[in-house]
């Protein structure tokens, strides 16, 4: 792989290109474990899937496809452990067919790739599936899925045993359920969240939360908000065994949302919920991270009257006590779809999508000290003259020292039919910290 110049990037940092440039490639999901070893997957415009491997010295490999034959590869998402396995699942349909099948793989650190095996079971199609892969111990998939016998949506998962084979997927939800995330922490602790719509044709959903003990089984879903207009759930772990869980929440009679959060300890009962959006603001949740001391920071988009969106953030001063928001993207810029990481010592590592008027869009980074302090935005991508040009879409991952990857695609084209590319771009702690 070649690094793109400084001067094309516009990053102080590295930015290679590691996809295909004469295919069009979609960047889907990126991973990194506490080596510093990461992981990025992407489509491409022929419905395969592919990964890329760095190494902590910034070598990126070239792309391996995980996906073959006829099937419409597409949603792939990824995970990394500590010793470097890889695992990886994605979703597979016959072209012109509605149902499709989960797919994954498994690559040992000292090893090729297997050969992908159906890891969802019959008569359901499953949609949107994700991925978590603690530092060590075995893979967790799950995803949305319609079950035609039954004429509903439900959530499942399925676990990965120690040789790569999957468990057979087991139910997590009642009828009605979509929207599924998934998050492990080191003792694998296993959470989920859903929405649930209980009645066809009602648009109020509410909110379901399912936990998996260590080595023990799904214990049945808890109602967090029931009949009331929820939705967006970002869920996000500790390491000593906590939770916290944000949402939006509709405004009756306005097109305002408002955000909230709540905090559960060691598997235990959901706090009250708290409100931790400004009075007055459009927020659309993004983000949420905690720190090892269970506190937590969110990211959202705050819409003006004008429609602009900027990225603002709001921190818990303690417990249940969260401090006035604030705006961390460059005024005067649209900016939007915020990711947040918080480092063991409580730093922060935000990226989102920045889009300055009358030029392309980019990928931004800004970072935070332990106290809080935000420093202004770097941009890591190429900055065009060309608004149609630029970042269509990004992801990002941190590991507890700082390391941080991000990729993006980049339209170089501008058109319906233009030329996309996946660019990564790895930061090691020491220089993202940087003040």
Known sequence: MTNIETSRSGSIFPVTVISDPGRNSFVSDVAINERGECVVVFSTQDKQVYAVRSTPDLTWHDPEPLSSGTLDHNNPRVGINDDG??????????????????????????????????????????????????????????????????????????????????????????????????????????????????????????????????GGAWQPERTLTDDTNAWNTRLAVDQVGGAGIAWNLGIDGSRRSVIEFAVCELGGEWSPAVRISPPGHDATLTSLALTSDERAVAAWNDIDEMGQSSVWVAAQSEKQLWGAGRQISTLGHSASRCHLELTQNGRGIATWHDHASGSGATVSLATCDSDGRWANPQQLSAKTQDPRVGVISFKSASNSNGDTVIAWTSNLESGRDGRNIVEACLIPGGNVLAP
């Not at 599936?129 to 499942?156: E, H, K, N, T, Y």
């Not at 998962?157 to 790569?164: M, Q, R, S």
């Not at 139910?171 to 998050?183: I, N």
């Open 85 to 214: 396995d890889i695992s990886a699942v994605w979703c597979a349909t016959p072209p012109g067919q509605f149902l499709s099948v989960a797919e994954a793989a498994h690559r040992p650190s000292a090893g090729p790739w297997s050969q992908s095996s159906i890891v969802s079971v019959s008569n359901v199609s499953p949609s949107f599936p994700q991925i978590v892969v603690p530092r060590s111990g075995p893979a967790l998939v799950g995803w949305d899925c319609f079950d035609g016998d039954r004429g509903a949506r439900f959530v499942q998962a399925a676990t990965a045993n120690a040789d790569g084979s999957w468990n057979d997927a087991i139910t997590l939800s009642e009828p009605g359920a979509v929207s599924a995330e998934f998050v492990i922490d080191d003792s694998i602790s296993t959470w989920a969240t859903w929405m649930r719509f209980p009645d066809r044709g009602v648009y109020e959903s509410g909110i379901q939360t399912a936990f998996r003990p260590p």
